[in-house]
């Protein structure tokens, strides 16, 4: 659907705070963007895919996958839902086992590996706390005793919380943002290590941290880290041919999205990229496909922006 905001003729009566006066100062025009939902809420983090209206398009059908990861085992975290599912259907069709971590979202979970299953693939579900580092050496446990190894970690699950203030962020949300962000890669990188060689580590950053978005503070400084932690990480793990690199997406719809902002925010995701609207997640799968397969051989310490050019890195 594609309405512009602010144009009389539309008719459109809620603008959704896209109306702005132009640099002549001679009146009020809107943005021209493609509605990606609208209003709705979740009271719940990292959020349902199954409640979400519309639902997150995650397979393209037209993508094909080739054997670039044959017999390759990868860890997802978050791999129920959003982005995280997108990558592990597009892993599948390249031919990889996969291991799924997810919270609590059993929903999702269940319908993201007979998803993976009916494309011909295995799927392992562990369920637990990654802010756990007992839980984090569980999953490297089971998926060993399951698959004999670990190839590919892709640390994808995290929350975000909206604050208008930094006063209005908790010492407790702080602390759990980080722990889920950041504390929660260390724990499963450090745990999976042992078992990875001349194998892959994806680390998902956020367009956040480069644009500094002011009412998710706590979620971009811990989206910093990830960027500080994957540079660091490429360079200590270079000599044992492991590559580390992360991803920063843009605004993708995903239930992260109606469970950290308010109502109004959600038709307006994506409106501030070259493109006017927020992404769909089979849009950004295929770069992890990339940087877990050996077309990308010579390729670590980088961070891939994927954004529909609302950031330029």
Same mark, same amino acid.
């Given at each position: 659907?594609?309405?512009?905001?602010?144009?009389?003729?539309?008719?459109?009566?809620?603008?959704?705070?896209?109306?702005?006066?132009?640099?002549?100062?001679?009146?009020?025009?809107?943005?021209?963007?493609?509605?990606?939902?609208?209003?709705?809420?979740?009271?719940?983090?990292?959020?349902?895919?199954?409640?979400?209206?519309?639902?997150?398009?995650?397979?393209?059908?037209?993508?094909?996958?080739?054997?670039?990861?044959?017999?390759?085992?990868?860890?997802?975290? %978050?791999?129920?839902? #959003?982005?995280? +599912? /997108?990558? =592990?259907?597009?892993? !599948?069709?390249?031919?990889?086992?996969?291991?799924? &971590?997810?919270?609590?979202?059993?929903?999702?979970?269940?319908?993201?590996?007979?998803?993976?299953?009916?494309?011909?693939?295995?799927?392992?579900?562990?369920?637990?706390?990654?802010?756990?580092?007992?839980?984090?050496?569980?999953?490297?446990?089971?998926?060993?005793?399951?698959?004999?190894?670990?190839?590919?970690?892709?640390?994808?699950?995290?929350?975000?919380?909206?604050?208008?203030?930094?006063?209005?962020?908790?010492?407790?949300?702080?602390?759990?943002?980080?722990?889920?962000?950041?504390?929660?890669?260390?724990?499963?990188?450090?745990?999976?290590?042992?078992?990875?060689?001349?194998?892959?580590?994806?680390?998902?950053?956020?367009?956040?941290?480069?644009?500094?978005?002011?009412?998710?503070?706590?979620?971009?400084?811990?989206? %910093?880290?990830?960027? #500080?932690?994957? +540079? /660091?990480? =490429?360079?200590?793990? !270079?000599?044992?041919?492991?590559?580390?690199?992360? &991803?920063?997406?843009?605004?993708?719809?995903?239930?992260?999205?109606?469970?950290?902002?308010?109502?109004?925010?959600?038709?307006?995701?994506?409106?501030?990229?070259?493109?006017?609207?927020?992404?769909?997640?089979?849009?950004?799968?295929?770069?992890?496909?990339?940087?877990?397969?050996?077309?990308?051989?010579?390729?670590?310490?980088?961070?891939?922006?994927?954004?529909?050019?609302?950031?330029?890195?």
């Amino acid at each position: 659907m594609n309405e512009k905001f602010g144009c009389e003729s539309c008719n459109i009566s809620d603008n959704y705070g896209l109306l702005y006066v132009n640099e002549c100062n001679d009146g009020i025009v809107g943005k021209e963007f493609k509605i990606k939902a609208n209003p709705q809420y979740q009271t719940v983090q990292p959020g349902m895919e199954y409640l979400m209206e519309p639902k997150p398009i995650f397979d393209n059908p037209n993508y094909k996958g080739s054997g670039k990861l044959k017999d390759k085992v990868a860890i997802i975290t %978050g791999g129920d839902s #959003g982005i995280g +599912r /997108a990558v =592990a259907v597009y892993f !599948a069709k390249e031919g990889a086992k996969i291991v799924i &971590v997810y919270y609590n979202e059993h929903i999702d979970a269940e319908y993201t590996k007979q998803y993976i299953e009916s494309l011909g693939s295995e799927c392992l579900l562990i369920s637990g706390d990654l802010k756990n580092p007992n839980f984090c050496q569980m999953v490297i446990r089971n998926t060993v005793d399951k698959f004999g190894k670990v190839d590919i970690l892709v640390n994808n699950a995290g929350v975000q919380f909206q604050q208008k203030r930094l006063e209005d962020i908790s010492n407790e949300q702080f602390d759990y943002t980080m722990k889920s962000n950041i504390y929660s890669m260390f724990y499963l990188t450090k745990a999976a290590l042992p078992y990875m060689s001349n194998g892959s580590i994806i680390n998902t950053t956020s367009i956040t941290t480069f644009q500094g978005e002011p009412e998710l503070i706590d979620y971009v400084t811990s989206k %910093g880290a990830i960027v #500080g932690f994957t +540079r /660091a990480l =490429a360079n200590n793990l !270079a000599q044992k041919n492991i590559r580390v690199n992360a &991803v920063a997406p843009g605004v993708f719809w995903t239930a992260l999205q109606p469970s950290c902002w308010m109502p109004n925010k959600i038709p307006t995701l994506g409106s501030d990229s070259d493109m006017r609207r927020a992404a769909d997640t089979y849009e950004i799968a295929p770069i992890y496909v990339y940087l877990a397969s050996d077309d990308a051989s010579y390729t670590t310490g980088q961070v891939f922006h994927i954004n529909g050019g609302q950031y330029k890195g």
